[in-house]
């Protein structure tokens, strides 16, 4: 769970990003933009993949909390 976190945090920080590009139009603000949008194309995906991850392993997450909680 902390690495969809991090993913998580990661993908506002780009969606920050691209927010303060918005108002420029000169070259330089486009280029970022571009490439800021592939990054945050690919931390969705990450994110994706991550949270269907966390959602396979639940079943043998909650196990192991019930086996702490008996301790």
Do not use: C, F, Y
């Amino acid at each position: 769970m902390d690495r969809a976190r991090d993913i998580a945090v990661r993908l506002e920080n780009v969606e920050e990003g691209l927010k303060k590009l918005k108002g420029r139009g000169d070259e330089e603000a486009s280029i970022r933009t571009k490439h800021l949008t592939g990054i945050g194309e690919h931390l969705r995906t990450q994110l994706l993949e991550e949270l269907d991850w966390i959602h396979e392993q639940k079943p043998e997450l909650e196990i192991k909390q019930k086996k702490k909680l008996k301790r």
